[in-house]
């Protein structure tokens, strides 16, 4: 009792001086050893309704010793007042965590420098906060900067305590505030399970759902600030007034938004040190719709996604994100409506604005990523889900247009790997679902949603993500009715990309119509196509099997000759077909094109004698610095092009050409 009477918070307490006096008093005396005292003094709901607004920041930096003075704060405070001070501290919080991510590791080597974020925030120097600690000699009183985190989690769990507690016909209005100043202050934090946690739960508590929260991987050591008993009503409530016509709706549909902008950072900053962009939607629907392109004994994304614990977790977080965006009453009719519109220049902030009314617009990612979870339910879970209309044109095209290649054509293969994994994911739903394409409404159309995929074929960074949009395009250019505007496409990507890899899947492409063409007429001899017609490989010649000695001069690098190294070996496939087939060697009249363009002095022998020019520039620079895997890769490669040259020669022998 006598410390009591000594503790300068209890001796100033009101009415010995006015609030103003007394938090100012708090402000210097404000310790660790303090808080428990100061938890007694706060449990004076009159007292706390006056200066809990003015106590958040002070006692933010003393986390996590002071989260029971905070909860106090978010029970017994003015919430209209509080609610306001949280929002600002979490908009300051935001705008340290992103000035922290621009800047270079160079700028933050100082961790003095790191350490006083939250002081900075607050207007309190970390020398005003640790004043009396050093006056007391106390080292059990230094207080330690909190992470970011901790101070975002408990920010979060007083807004899930204050916004129920705030009584007027509008109170959106507050909520539309706070979350827009969370939402990218959360994108700015860590990916912990414990941030995307404290979200959630956010968005539980102001939903009014009770599903259960996602089990913690370590205990954060804290119970949830609903859980206490004693909770103030609103001391500025309007009993009369009732809540605003739609005001329901108006709330919910802030929720949704908020939503749809978390759902799409979660995904986008899913990260994996293998292949696995995203959530694997895409692989993991290839896997079940096509079991036998599996490779036995090697795993597949289903299976990592069933045994990596934070892969599972992935999982997990992502069904509850869906399980909440259902209980708001989504629409998946309105997600394909956001991600199909053509996207306009809004002002800054506007898209995923909170301060509209009931039709606050969507987050275009996380809109993106949503259907894709909805579908995923449907496809891989077989869980009854209402899905919109799908189809290749014109949905399909313009969610490409929206997403791949948005801004140039140049910028493909920069999108975030989880955009593009989504892409691909409901391209391949689609078509499933769907055997028959409705044609698109103009062969432009039709060109540009191929040139997009096939770029990304070629530049993604992702393996798994290059092949996916291979087969894609694939898929869609056989599903074109008329041949001249397939052959069209192959033409154009032969004659004009500047991707070697990308030609020669234009050449399995020419090979594929040819032989489906051929088959065609074997079954139908009255059967056309400008696939079979001679004049149409003629005109492709110049692409097909180009001059080598147009392209490479004597001494260059090997480097640069390998760097064709697909695109000739695929050439030279093809035309051993040309020649082996018999079918083809009549129907297309491969004995005359051979002479007509000496396809043998013009591109045979040439494409050979670089090879071994090659060859021996190799073994003079034998000490040139390469790598013996790299150095047994090049020597792979030249000699199955040295083998398949000797092939088509071969082939040219029995054909005494």
């Excluded at 409506?337 to 606050?360: F, H, M, R």
């Excluded at 009854?384 to 969610?399: D, H, K, N, Q, V």
């Excluded at 032969?494 to 030609?503: A, D, M, Q, S, T």
Aim: hydrophobic letters at 40%; one cysteine or more; aromatic letters at 6%.
């Amino acid at each position: 009792m006598a410390e009591d009477a000594l503790n300068p918070l209890l001796e100033a307490l009101p009415p010995k001086s006015d609030y103003l006096t007394y938090l100012t008093i708090l402000e210097f005396n404000l310790t660790l050893d303090q808080l428990p005292t100061l938890h007694r003094i706060l449990q004076d709901t009159t007292l706390t309704t006056n200066i809990g607004w003015d106590l958040v920041h002070l006692l933010l930096p003393l986390l996590p010793a002071s989260r029971q003075c905070l909860q106090d704060v978010a029970r017994l405070g003015n919430p209209r007042e509080v609610v306001l001070k949280v929002t600002e501290l979490l908009e300051l919080l935001g705008i340290e965590a992103a000035r922290e991510r621009d800047a270079s590791e160079e700028e933050f080597e100082d961790s003095k420098e790191r350490d006083s974020i939250v002081a900075q925030m607050s207007d309190v120097t970390a020398e005003q906060i640790t004043s009396d600690v050093s006056q007391q000699g106390s080292d059990k009183n230094k207080a330690v900067s909190p992470s970011k985190e901790s101070q975002f989690i408990t920010l979060l769990e007083m807004l899930a305590v204050l916004h129920p507690r705030i009584k007027t016909k509008r109170p959106s209005r507050f909520l539309a505030t706070a979350l827009q100043a969370v939402l990218p202050a959360h994108t700015f934090m860590s990916s912990d399970s414990a941030v995307i946690e404290a979200v959630l739960g956010l968005v539980r508590a102001l939903s009014g759902t009770s599903r259960p929260f996602l089990p913690s991987r370590k205990s954060t050591g804290s119970a949830p600030l609903s859980g206490h008993s004693l909770i103030a009503p609103d001391p500025e409530a309007d009993e009369d007034a009732a809540l605003a016509v739609n005001e329901s709706i108006v709330h919910d549909r802030l929720l949704l938004v908020f939503l749809t902008g978390v759902f799409g950072h979660y995904v986008s900053s899913s990260t994996s040190t293998s292949d696995i962009p995203g959530l694997a939607w895409c692989s993991r629907l290839q896997e079940k719709l096509r079991p036998q392109k599996l490779i036995p004994g090697r795993k597949t994304s289903s299976m990592l996604f069933a045994e990596e614990e934070k892969l599972l977790e992935r999982d997990a977080i992502i069904g509850q994100m869906l399980a909440l965006a259902r209980d708001l009453k989504v629409d998946s009719g309105e997600l394909l409506s956001v991600i199909t519109k053509p996207k306009v220049d809004l002002p800054e902030g506007e898209e995923g604005s909170l301060l509209g009314a009931d039709q606050a617009p969507f987050y275009h990612q996380g809109s993106l990523f949503i259907l894709c979870a909805m579908v995923v339910a449907s496809a891989l879970l077989d869980v009854p889900t209402s899905l919109p209309e799908l189809r290749i044109f014109p949905s399909y095209g313009a969610i490409i247009f929206n997403f791949i290649g948005e801004d140039s054509l140049s910028e493909i293969g920069s999108e975030n790997e989880a955009v593009v994994d989504a892409v691909l994911f409901l391209g391949f739903f689609i078509l499933s679902q769907n055997s028959e394409i409705d044609p698109p409404k103009d062969d432009e159309e039709f060109t540009l949603v191929l040139q997009r995929l096939s770029i990304l074929s070629a530049v993604c960074a992702s393996p798994s993500l290059r092949y996916h949009a291979h087969v894609l395009t694939t898929s869609i250019l056989r599903s074109h009715p008329l041949d001249t505007v397939r052959l069209a496409f192959i033409h154009d990507t032969l004659e004009h990309c500047p991707y070697e890899n990308l030609k020669g899947s234009a050449i399995s492409w020419l090979k594929d119509g040819i032989l489906v063409a051929d088959s065609k007429l074997k079954l139908s001899p009255s059967f056309k196509s400008v696939f079979l017609s001679p004049s149409t490989i003629s005109k492709l010649i110049p692409v097909l099997f180009p001059n080598p000695r147009k392209l490479f001069t004597p001494g260059m690098e090997h480097e640069q000759f390998f760097a064709y190294f697909s695109f000739y070996l695929a050439a030279l496939n093809f035309y051993y077909l040309l020649l082996t087939s018999t079918s083809l060697y009549l129907n297309l009249e491969i004995k005359t094109l051979t002479q007509q363009h000496d396809l043998r002095g013009n591109f045979l022998l040439p494409l050979r004698d670089i090879g071994r020019e090659i060859d021996r520039g190799m073994a003079r620079q034998s000490d040139g610095g390469e790598s013996a895997a790299e150095e047994g890769k090049i020597l792979a490669e030249r000699e199955l092009l040295e083998t398949t040259i000797q092939m088509v020669e071969e082939a040219l022998k029995k054909k005494e050409l």
